[in-house]
């Protein structure tokens, strides 16, 4: 996690709120998406998925309950179009409208010395939502407030770089997904069952039959790790052994003072290689972080 906890804040542009509303939005979503929309309510939040039909994620989110039968999911602005685009095949059929309302809302987030273990939401105040995760709140703030909500927080908080933001969700093993890494992945490629955001409980929804046999039967050789390199990396590098085949690929990553952390899909046997290769044969050096 970020050390030295303090009275730090930044923007968080790059988060954008997608809006599922429909008489039965909760019914429709329990269908699409990987968490069970029984655990989500007004209190509470929870980290999903959605899927494609072969059990590929085109995106990570984090779903809340407004009221009832009405659901803001938060995912990077990127991924929005993409996510509606599929979603909204389905929803014709369901009486759902689906929508991006980013415009809406501004995001900033702020850290605290409190540890959360969920998705908590805090009640909606002076058109204020927070949802908390880790030791950093999230604030989506209705536009009309959000220069003078900035300007008081100013006053009794420093304003860091949104760079900050992304580390600490890589840090937490959060993956985003965005355009370039779309419909690349499974949860188990992710970690995303490992951070609650898949339940196997619940009944069918798009890809669930994929899920359930890699959960229950397949032997996985790779699993997502948090790494330091020494150099920036795009999103959705890969890399590749003296074969030619994949052995790994970026999900997300952000730099810090120390180089770049990145959050990759990379084969078990690789983690304790001194490098790593891409297909243009270049060289990157690497540490598996615990």
């Known amino acids: ?89 389905y929803a014709i059929f369901s009486k759902i409208i689906i929508q991006d309302v980013s415009e809406k809302y501004q995001v900033i987030a702020q850290w605290t010395s409190e540890q959360y273990t969920t998705w908590s939401v805090k009640p909606a105040k002076n058109k204020i939502i927070t949802v908390a ?4 709140l999230l604030h989506l703030i209705d536009n009309t407030g959000y220069q003078s909500y900035k300007e008081n927080m100013r006053q009794t908080h420093t304003l860091v770089s949104e760079d900050i933001v992304q580390l600490t969700l890589i840090q937490a093993r959060i993956p985003l997904i965005h355009p370039e890494n779309t419909e690349i992945f499974t949860i188990h490629d992710l970690g995303l ?45 890969i890399f590749i052994d003296n074969n030619d085949n994949e052995v790994g690929r970026v999900v997300h990553g952000s730099s810090n003072d120390n180089g770049y952390l990145a959050l990759v899909w990379l084969r078990d046997e690789k983690t304790h290689a001194e490098y790593l290769v891409t297909p243009e044969k270049q060289v990157y050096h690497f540490t598996v972080i615990d």
């Open 193 to 237: 069952d490992k951070l609650n955001a898949v339940n196997f409980k619940k009944g069918c929804y798009t890809g669930q039959e994929i899920v359930a046999r890699m959960h229950y039967k397949a032997k996985l050789k790779h699993h997502l790790y948090l790494v330091k390199f020494e150099q920036i990396l795009a999103d959705n590098q």
């Open 1 to 89: 996690m970020i050390k030295n906890v303090g009275a730090i804040v930044a923007d968080f542009s790059a988060l954008g709120v997608v809006s599922v509303d429909g008489k039965s939005a909760s019914k429709f979503l329990q269908g699409q998406i990987t968490q069970d929309i029984s655990q989500v309510s007004e209190d509470c939040g929870a980290l999903g998925s959605y899927l494609t039909p072969k059990g590929r994620v085109i995106s990570t989110f984090i779903i809340l309950q407004i009221k009832p039968e009405s659901y803001y999911l938060l995912m990077p602005k990127s991924i929005i179009d993409i996510f509606i685009e599929k979603m909204s095949k």
């Open 133 to 136: 995760n880790t030791h950093m």
